[in-house]
């Protein structure tokens, strides 16, 4: 796996790369413990919040708002941030925002860039894109340096490392940093990473950061995280970079009351960040001396767009949908073969793609609704993964092709079977007659089906079906209204 | 009251023993029992799975059913959150004011079972007696679309004779979802290990939920591992009058 990224465009489908992540018990034990214990600390601290549910009701009314004035509140936050003292760049797609930013550090004259956690960054798979023009890129935030270190890839939005545990830790930093005396507390592996960083915090001059969110009124850029490195990054360099979505801006700098509230204690289980940092433009006197923000769109345009699919834009990147969600929990992030894993993963990425990639995202989630109901900001994300269900349909079953599709074929013809009560009853007949030859009987003497062909042939792999009742509802219905009943 | 059946076509099919115990338990509340039989199904597997096309004359062939009813009963979480949740979005989009308002009619009058008695009815003892070990999976749907809480249960409780044993992550989806067991099948399997290896757990003899997608895919499982263990839909505990065998 090293070096490659997570590409929707060229990732397996989600049932086939799930499968050999079901396979490893060690992977699967990490994630499910660590879920456990974010969920719980979670739980936690939401309880104590008895307006918990008018907070989730007014971060997605923020959310909402700024997507509906999106364009007025970018322009907004170009003009103030640029009266700061900061330069705006645009960036139609990933390839231009690469672009702009390997163009702005080698005008920084460095060949090396302190880089914090940021999934923007990982969105356009920046880190390669600076290794290709000789740039050497160092993650800073522990988890991403874990994943930079071990030639792995990210598979949870908050906590990138999270499908690894302390053991596996150790033997990538004693074998990377070299440190063959490591010892194996939680305090050794965080001492060997700040010996390791505070080198490259101090040599380091230009700095490329993500962004939690932009503010429009003031201009200014707020990072928030748990570890202090970033904090590190934005005020050490002397260049920085910092590259965020246009969905990142927020209309006023009093609309973070509510989403400073939201993000923490849905993220981490914590009651705030331990590092909330806000940074207007520049300061002759302290920090970088030049501050770029480039903003970017990559199809956030598109999505914006569609009436159904916009919600998906007020994701604040919290990740609580994904240690909520059962199907995460199995296979973990990498089966989902993008940066955004989990239920937000399952319907932002397929977006991002122009619905071009990635299909089968939409059908990873069994919708048992578990990621609405912890959202902070209460993003319908089943509605979402539906609509996204028809639009996979629509491609699926155009021209030629569609007519050839198994699924499609079927499902027209239940549909016709149900548009009409006498065939809806021919066909609950022909399915006795038909599963006949596929019915054995138990010791108990019931009928049971244990192989089914084709595409149902998933079912019978662990479950048995019983075999259909002699009598139907309606029959039974009809017969005893017959019999004056 | 007059009480209008839609049993839907999965219970219809393959369940017929779930249809038969709401009419048992509502005559015995002394209910007039109706089902209209050119009903079908509410088409919440072709919404879905994608197919919303497909689904949107279903949804006129409910309102024809039922329009005029004075309540609607139905015995499946699932598609009850199906109406709930969609119906009015799929009128819409048809712009058909007519269907529309029959919908916005028609919907508050559409029960899951088990909410008709507890929050309709404001009942919890229907008179049940039924001698067995049992526990409860709160459905998806059930638990967070239609928000039935404690109804299930509360009736569960009142019931006579009944052992109830907690189900540990009772709130886990079971991995059904629909088209989801098929599509992703080996997800599903994982999901469905955890919710078996529960049930097994409470030593109880039989698992029950208001609705029968979820208990028949918890069932295939329980069967294929001949555990003896058995599912059961909360309407035919709720039915039982006298020692029910299982």
Not at chain 1, 136 to 159: C, K, M, N, W, Y
Not at chain 1, 230 to 239: D, I, K, S, V, Y
Not at chain 1, 409 to 438: D, N, T
Not at chain 1, 463 to 484: C, S, V
Request: hydrophobic share 40%; charged share 25%; aromatic share 6%.
């Amino acid at each position: 796996m090293s070096g490659v990224g997570l590409d929707p465009r060229t990732a397996p489908t989600f049932p086939m790369a799930a499968k050999t992540m079901l396979g490893d018990t060690q992977l699967r034990k990490n994630v499910r413990h660590a879920t456990d214990v974010i969920q719980a600390k979670r739980a936690r601290v939401v309880a104590e919040m008895p307006d918990w549910q008018q907070l989730r009701e007014a971060g997605k009314q923020i959310r909402q708002h700024t997507m509906e004035h999106l364009d007025f509140y970018l322009e907004e936050f170009e003009a103030n941030c640029t009266r700061a003292g900061g330069v705006v760049h645009w960036a139609r797609d990933a390839e231009e925002a690469r672009r702009i930013i390997v163009g702005l550090v080698k005008a920084s004259g460095s060949d090396e860039v302190i880089k914090i956690k940021s999934m923007t960054t990982e969105e356009i798979q920046l880190n390669s894109a600076l290794e290709a023009a000789g740039i050497h890129p160092f993650e800073t935030d522990l988890a991403e340096l874990i994943i930079q270190l071990g030639e792995d890839r990210p598979s949870h939005i908050v906590v990138p490392a999270l499908h690894k545990n302390r053991q596996q830790i150790r033997e990538i930093f004693q074998k990377k940093m070299n440190l063959p005396e490591l010892g194996e507390r939680p305090q050794d592996l965080a001492d060997a990473a700040r010996m390791f960083l505070r080198e490259k915090f101090l040599r380091v001059k230009t700095g490329v950061s993500g962004a939690n969110f932009l503010i429009a009124e003031t201009g200014g850029v707020c990072v928030v995280e748990s570890e202090g490195n970033g904090r590190m990054c934005l005020t050490l360099p002397e260049t920085l970079i910092t590259v965020a979505g246009i969905d990142k801006v927020v209309p006023r700098f009093q609309d973070l009351e509510v989403l400073l509230q939201l993000l923490p204690r849905s993220a981490t289980g914590e009651r705030m960040n331990p590092y909330n940092s806000i940074w207007t433009g520049v300061n002759a006197a302290d920090g970088p001396r030049t501050f770029h923000v480039v903003l970017m769109d990559n199809a956030r345009t598109e999505i914006l767009a569609d009436e159904e699919g916009r919600q998906t834009l007020n994701c604040i990147r919290c990740a609580a949908c994904q240690n909520a969600c059962p199907v995460y929990r199995q296979t973990g992030g990498h089966a989902y073969g993008s940066v955004y894993a989990g239920p937000i993963g399952a319907i932002l990425t397929p977006q991002l793609q122009e619905m071009k990639h990635a299909q089968s995202l939409p059908y990873a989630s069994s919708l048992c609704g578990a990621c609405y109901e912890v959202c902070p900001v209460k993003i319908n994300i089943p509605e979402v993964l539906i609509h996204l269900r028809n639009k996979v349909v629509k491609q699926n079953t155009a021209g030629v092709a569609g007519f050839f599709d198994v699924e499609a074929s079927a499902m027209k013809a239940m549909a016709m079977i149900f548009r009409s009560e006498r065939r809806f009853r021919a066909a609950q007949r022909l399915g006795r007659v038909a599963e006949g030859p596929l019915v054995h009987k138990d010791g108990r003497g019931e009928g049971w089906i244990g192989w089914l062909p084709g595409m149902l042939g998933g079912w019978t792999q662990v479950r048995d079906l019983q075999e259909m009742p002699k009598e139907t509802f309606r029959d039974w219905w009809e017969k005893r209204a017959a019999n004056g009943r | 009251m007059r009480v209008s059946l839609f049993i839907t076509c999965y219970n219809d099919t393959l369940f017929p023993e779930t249809g038969k115990a709401v009419v048992r338990v509502l005559e015995r509340l002394g209910h007039t029992v109706e089902f209209p039989t050119g009903q079908t199904c509410c088409g919440q597997m072709h919404y879905n799975t994608g197919y919303q096309a497909e689904a949107m004359p279903l949804l006129a062939r409910f309102v024809d059913q039922f329009k005029g009813a004075e309540a609607v009963v139905v015995p499946s979480s699932s598609c009850v959150a199906m109406m709930r949740d969609h119906y009015p979005k799929m009128a819409l989009a048809l712009k058909d004011k007519e269907l529309q308002r029959q919908v916005d009619e028609l919907l508050p009058k559409v029960f899951e079972f088990s909410e008709f008695l507890t929050k309709r009815l404001g009942l919890e003892d229907v008179g049940a007696y039924y001698p067995h070990r049992v526990t409860y999976h709160a459905s998806c749907h059930g638990l967070r679309n239609l928000v039935l809480g404690d109804g299930p249960m509360r009736l569960l409780k009142a019931v006579r004779g009944i052992d109830l044993v907690e189900l540990q992550g009772l709130e886990q989806c079971c991995g059904f979802g629909g088209t989801f067991a098929v599509k992703n099948a080996e997800v599903s399997s994982a999901m469905l290990a955890e919710k078996t290896t529960a049930v097994l757990n409470t030593k109880a003899e039989a698992c029950t939920a208001c609705d029968n997608s979820c208990l028949m895919h918890i069932q295939g499982a329980l069967h294929r591992q001949r555990t003896g263990v058995k599912t059961v839909h909360l309407a035919e505990i709720l039915a039982g009058d006298q020692g029910v065998a299982l």
